[in-house]
Nanobody, 124 residues
Framework: QVQLVESGGGLVQAGGSLTLSCTAS????????MAWFRQGPEKERDFVAT????????DYADSVKGRFTISRDTAKNTMTLQMNSLKPEDTGLYYC?????????????????WGQGTRVTVSS
């Protein structure tokens, strides 16, 4: 069974930056499309960004477009989310997800494997 492990979360002031990483077992990063979701306090889990198997196609939620960048390194079996110009509303538990089939990649049901999450707190 694949294992997805997130890291890089922490506490940062508004306007600051953080880099999240998701490391997968096996060759998952190269064989699956992957994504980041987040769940804020008392909120549902929402789509943040997704990247295709080859890394050539990315998609972002409007709330993070221009501030966040998703990328993947198949040699290291790692997916990364570079987060700049962070805002307090970016606070939440950030999850890494991987999927294999089609469907709307902005929705949770497109993904079959999930990490445990890494917490991001942005102070004002």
């Amino acid at each position: 069974q694949v294992q997805l492990v997130e890291s890089g979360g922490g506490l940062v002031q508004a306007g600051g930056s953080l880099t999240l990483s998701c490391t997968a077992s096996g060759n998952y990063v190269s064989s699956h499309f992957m994504a980041w979701f987040r769940q804020g306090p008392e909120k549902e889990r929402d789509f943040v960004a997704t990247i295709s198997r080859g890394g050539g196609n990315t998609d972002y939620a409007d709330s993070v477009k221009g501030r966040f960048t998703i990328s993947r390194d198949t040699a290291k079996n790692t997916m990364t989310l570079q987060m700049n110009s962070l805002k307090p509303e970016d606070t939440g538990l950030y999850y890494c997800a991987a999927g294999l089939s089609g469907g709307n990649r902005r929705t949770e049901r497109a993904y079959t494997d999930w990490g445990q999450g890494t917490r991001v707190t942005v102070s004002s």
